[in-house]
């Protein structure tokens, strides 16, 4: 059986495939365009891809009875697969969970601390050799620990943030959820994201993706916080409405963010590049070789039982 990868993927995850498979890897690390997707199905029997491949409910019309009889997602996160039209083509849709989770958090942790203390400003400071010593009242910032932290989104990523906070930084935490959800530990659910907004000193997104949370966060919650809060977004760049983040961090409403994603990847607007008070990542959540292995291995475990006419551990359709 023929399967594609649409990005290269760590060498132990494409020893792994060609084990069970003839393996093709695009080199190109630009997302597949429509008519590519089209052509994916009729010449590979699986593909695995990833963030950026938008599979739209237009690529899928059509292709009933095509030979591609599953997409292994590589991520936990599939916006970009419109899985009901998967289904009706008869292509099941598989993810990675669990493997993104702890990865995911170190980065909301990594993106707080940065934006609380000011780590962006220092470093640009020093490189540009614009330091002049040490001085009580340099790049004061915010003290993180016993702060209040509200999440935007209590699933793994969401629970694992809120752990670390909590254990970590002795942080009061609260947290908005779509459905009720209990922690094993003293966290408060709220009932809105303005609620939220206006306890928590750090706003923490950690939403899925999809048409149900696309703008969720905006002018609304971003005017409930408080001046010297921190938004941070390590989830999808559409559930923020970016323009309204803007407006915020602008005129002073809010104090700082932290951005790992963005609306419209990978175009970051320059309104927020120019700003000192924003701490910006190249997506880097799952960035680590290890934890890239692990995601890959599990979307190749999914590929080989869904090629096998099992089900595959992963399905989300």
């Known amino acids: 059986m023929r399967v594609l990868f649409t990005r290269r993927l760590p060498d132990a995850v494409i020893a792994r495939a060609e084990a069970h498979f003839e393996v093709e890897i695009r080199e190109d690390p630009q997302p597949l365009k429509p008519g590519q997707m089209r052509a994916a199905f009729t010449l590979y029997d699986g593909v695995l891809t990833t963030l950026g491949d938008a599979f739209s409910a237009e690529v899928f019309q059509g292709a009933e009875g095509s030979r591609c009889k599953v997409l292994a997602n590589f991520g936990v996160g599939y916006n970009h697969i419109d899985a009901g039209a998967a289904r009706e083509a008869g292509i099941l849709v598989t993810n990675t969970p669990g ?36 001085t009580p009242t340099q790049l004061l910032g915010l003290h993180a620990t016993g702060k209040t932290v509200g999440i935007i989104g209590m699933g793994r990523i969401g629970q694992a943030i809120a752990r670390r906070c909590h254990y970590g930084f002795d942080m009061k935490v609260i947290y908005c959820n779509r459905s009720p959800k209990r922690v094993e530990f003293g966290a408060r659910q709220v009932d809105s994201l303005t609620e939220l907004a206006a306890e928590a000193d750090f706003v923490v997104s950690a939403l899925p993706g999809g048409a149900e949370t696309h703008h969720m966060i905006g002018a609304e919650v971003f005017g409930a916080m408080r001046p010297h809060a ?46 000192e008070n924003v701490a910006l990542l190249p997506h880097l959540g799952t960035a680590a070789l290890e934890v890239r292995e692990r995601m890959g291995f599990m979307a190749v475990d999914n590929l080989v039982a869904a090629l096998a006419g099992e089900t595959p551990p992963n399905l989300v359709n």
Request: aromatic share 4%; proline share 2%.
């Open 99 to 134: 493997a993104v989770t702890d990865a995911t958090a170190d980065i909301a942790l990594t993106l707080l601390l940065m934006t609380a203390r000011r780590a962006g400003e220092g470093e640009r400071m020093v490189r540009a050799g614009k330091w002049t010593g040490w």
């Open 230 to 275: 921190r938004f941070i977004n390590i989830s999808r760049g559409d559930v923020v409405d970016e323009a309204a983040l803007i407006e915020a961090l602008q005129t002073g409403r809010i104090a700082g963010a932290g951005l790992d994603v963005y609306e419209h990847e990978p175009e970051v607007p320059e309104a927020l590049r120019a700003m």
